[in-house]
């Protein structure tokens, strides 16, 4: 095996011996120093140390290899001005430079590689820092290091990572692995397998993720996407934005298809209308909706718009305002609806209030009858929907409230208990005089109910003879009186519909 090597390096030796010798008239070798005598010497000058085997082409001038190089992998230079610092096969063009490293290839106009290995930096200003099989294709084009990058268009950067691409004008990758920065000045900061395809798109970080339109970036997460010129997704994950102008907060499977839609987070929530918003978990705007703010709570179902411009919010917990609060931060001021509920809560402790003044009820009933109730509708609606109520600035006779525009439920609520506290009190006066009416009738009544005896046995006396034999004797004093009782019960009596006691004395007295 050691002579087969031996054989083998010396086969080799003799190969670059014959060729050397070939080549004697068109390339200087290593340890030589060449001027030409017609020009400039310090500038024409052609240095080459290290390997016998490296060499600058004939017409080079102002050539330098530092070093490195052997018979197998020499340094070349193949334009003016090249330089090669040392290292193994590296290649250096017209004015280009590789410091080190094996097989690179800096053969463009201005050209450098740092080191590394086979790296290629082969158009004008093209530069390689380092790293592994990174290119450098195009003017102005930046590799800083990593492996299998490609800056391949003028003016892109990759900054490192492993198998990046910047491939449009100004584009830059500045590391993690597989991602693509392939529009206008477009940037992928890092992360994997990202891809910024529209003009000044951005992707941050994360991986999957795709910002493809005009000025629209995705600041991370996964498998995201921003298509609407200058969409943004902050991150999550499946998030899309689709509209002009729209943003995906974060969260999952949001979308934001609507022009100057949000999703600001949660999950499967569908901005679709222009100007909306949509938060929480599968609150659904459609596309004919514009202007509609959606907010569902953690319910697994789907809570949908229902007009353009409208507000609405699924909150199966309840629903609470907070107003105003004391200084340990409890709530002093606000409304709720209760879970379940339809109707809202005043916040109405007795230690929320100040200056607790009484109300006469009665007052408030003689105010109240003095304001007009109306049916009426608002302008802004249609007129075949009716309200019912006072108007504001007739409301203000009672003095509360913010101001003479405004009704609060709280006071109109009030003054209803008010009123009807006003109402029992007139009431209960007007039931004591009936009280003291019917006591006095009952009396009346009691006193008739014991004449009425003696009128009917008068009654039937008169079919009697044995009876009419005794009215004889009755005393006409006593019959007088009995008449003007009679007549006492016809008018008390009034109401009742059968002959009184009065009527039956009359008939007896007309001998009916």
């Excluded at 002579?3 to 083998?8: C, T």
């Excluded at 109300?359 to 408030?364: C, E, K, S």
Aim: hydrophobic share 35%; aromatic share 4%.
């Amino acid at each position: 095996m050691f002579h087969r090597h031996v054989l083998v390096r010396l086969t080799a030796l003799l190969v670059l011996g014959a060729i050397a010798a070939g080549c004697a008239g068109r390339s200087q070798t290593a340890s030589s120093t060449d001027c030409n005598s017609t020009q400039n010497e310090s500038a024409t000058c052609n240095a080459i140390a290290g390997s016998n085997a490296n060499q600058a082409t004939a017409d080079a001038a102002g050539v330098t290899i530092a070093g490195g190089g052997d018979p197998f992998f020499p340094n070349r230079v193949t334009g003016d001005y090249g330089a090669v610092g040392g290292g193994l096969d590296n290649l250096a063009g017209d004015r280009a430079t590789v410091a080190g490293g094996t097989h690179n290839h800096a053969v463009g106009f201005h050209a450098t590689i740092g080191g590394g290995t086979n790296n290629a930096a082969t158009t004008a200003n093209a530069t390689i820092a380092g790293g592994s099989n990174n290119t450098a294709s195009h003017y102005n084009a930046t590799v800083s290091g990593g492996i299998n990058n490609t800056a391949s268009a003028r003016d892109t950067t990759v900054g490192g990572g492993s198998g990046n691409n910047a491939s449009f004008t100004g584009a830059t990758v500045a590391g993690g692995g597989r991602n693509t920065a392939s529009g206008l000045e477009a940037t992928v900061s890092g992360g994997s397998r990202n891809i910024a395809a529209g003009a000044y798109s951005t992707v941050p970080g994360g991986s999957d993720n795709h910002a493809s339109g005009f000025n629209t970036t995705v600041g991370g997460g996964s498998g995201n996407s921003a298509s609407g010129d200058s969409g943004v997704v902050s991150g999550g994950l499946a998030n899309r934005v689709a509209g002009k102008y729209g943003a995906v907060g974060g969260g999952e499977e949001n979308v934001a298809s609507g022009k100057y839609s949000t999703a600001p987070g949660g999950s499967s929530n569908n901005a679709a209308g222009d100007y909306s918003l949509a938060a929480g978990r599968r609150a659904k705007i459609e596309a004919p909706h514009p202007g509609v703010m959606l907010f569902a709570d953690s319910s697994d179902s789907d809570f949908n718009s229902q007009a353009p411009n409208e507000f609405a919010a699924r909150a199966t917990g309840g629903v609470r305002l907070v107003t105003a609060i004391d200084r340990a931060g409890n709530p002093s001021a606000g409304v709720r609806l209760g879970a379940g509920s339809g109707s809202w809560e005043s916040l109405s402790d007795r230690n929320a209030k100040a200056n607790v003044t009484p109300v006469d009820g009665r007052a408030i009933v003689k105010q109240l009858v003095t304001i007009p109730i109306s049916t009426w509708n608002y302008k802004t609606q249609d007129s075949t929907i009716r309200h019912i109520g006072p108007m504001a600035q007739d409301f203000d006779i009672f003095g509360v409230g913010e101001d003479d525009r405004y009704i609060s439920t709280i006071d109109a609520n009030g003054i209803a208990l008010a009123s009807v506290q006003g109402l029992y009190q007139i009431i209960q006066e007007q039931d004591k005089r009936i009280a003291a009416l019917e006591s006095a009738n009952a009396d009346q009544q009691s006193s008739l109910a014991e004449l009425d005896p003696r009128l009917t046995a008068l009654e039937k006396g008169t079919r009697s003879s044995n009876v009419a034999g005794e009215l004889i004797h009755i005393p006409l004093g006593v019959i007088f009186a009995s008449i003007c009782l009679s007549g006492l019960v016809v008018a008390r009596r009034w109401r009742i519909q059968r002959p009184t006691a009065g009527e039956r004395t009359r008939r007896l007295l007309r001998g009916d």
